[in-house]
């Protein structure tokens, strides 16, 4: 990690325009020049995710298929790196060939041969090798238009019983349900916005949809510092598990 290395992805989170005229171009516009210094920034930029991949996978058993949905560059996978060998298959799926590429240079690199990284999009794709026992999203609600369809699939991927996790940026409703943190105007309007910038949308209704689709094992609700401003972003960190009796279709 450098600071020109920082420069770069912050060029290209403030100032480089996205060009592309579809989703799959539009993300690869934003990523081709900033692949390769990703890791190192976001690191600081989004908390959450080595403790979200340890609770799922602790939930996940031996011979386990996962999915890690908007994988990008394979973090997670480093994360998760103790879990890995005794799962029978792994799915990185992404739509972002810059991304994917150094997820590909991973996984030869650690020679990990239950791996398959995916190109494709993650609101319709499936798994051929079963139902998934685990589907993981880091980061990756936000950046989908269609997050809804996301979640219909990750429910549709996974097997009953099976659990998801999400850890993403996002903000309160006005009223949120009973226990559940609320944000003043100021974060729930300005949130979006600056997010907004960068193709991250921010939301109020992710949460209540996950809420609502899966039974809550587990939620967090934070405040993080994001590198080179002086404001904490909320997020959150949820684990839920697909009703075995498969409800709410
Ligand atoms: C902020 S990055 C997070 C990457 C990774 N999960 C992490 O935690 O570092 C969001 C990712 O979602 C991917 N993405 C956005 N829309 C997608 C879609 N419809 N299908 C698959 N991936 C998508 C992007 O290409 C990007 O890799």
Do not use: C
């Not at 890791?39 to 602790?58: C, E, N, Y």
């Not at 739509?95 to 239950?114: F, H, I, K, M, Q």
């Not at 999009?121 to 997050?147: H, Q």
């Amino acid at each position: 990690m450098t600071f020109l290395s920082d420069l770069r992805v912050l060029y290209h989170l403030a100032l480089k325009p996205v060009r592309g005229t579809d989703h799959a171009g539009r993300l690869d516009s934003f990523y081709a020049g900033q692949a390769e210094d990703y890791d190192a920034f976001r690191a600081r930029l989004i908390p959450g995710r080595a403790s979200l991949m340890r609770d799922v996978l602790a939930r996940t058993p031996d011979g386990g298929t996962w999915v890690d949905l908007g994988g990008g560059t394979g973090a997670s996978l480093e994360m998760a790196a103790a879990e890995l060998n005794r799962l029978r298959r792994v799915h990185v799926v992404d739509l972002s060939d810059a991304l994917l590429a150094v997820t590909r240079r991973r996984v030869r690199e650690r020679g990990w041969s239950n791996v398959e990284t995916v190109r494709a999009d993650a609101t319709t794709w499936r798994p051929a090798s079963g139902a998934a026992d685990a589907v993981t999203l880091s980061y990756a609600l936000t950046m989908i238009p269609d997050w809804f369809r996301a979640v219909d699939s990750a429910w549709a991927m996974l097997r009953p019983g099976g659990v998801i996790g999400v850890v993403d940026f996002y903000v309160s409703r006005r009223h949120p349900a009973a226990g559940r943190t609320r944000h003043g105007w100021a974060p729930r309007t300005l949130w979006p916005i600056w997010f907004g910038a960068d193709g991250v949308h921010v939301s109020p209704d992710h949460l209540p949809a996950l809420e609502w689709r899966f039974a809550t094992l587990g939620l967090v609700e934070g405040r993080t510092r994001l590198p080179y401003l002086p404001f904490r972003a909320p997020f959150y960190r949820f684990v839920g598990r697909k009703p075995a009796a498969g409800t709410r279709e």
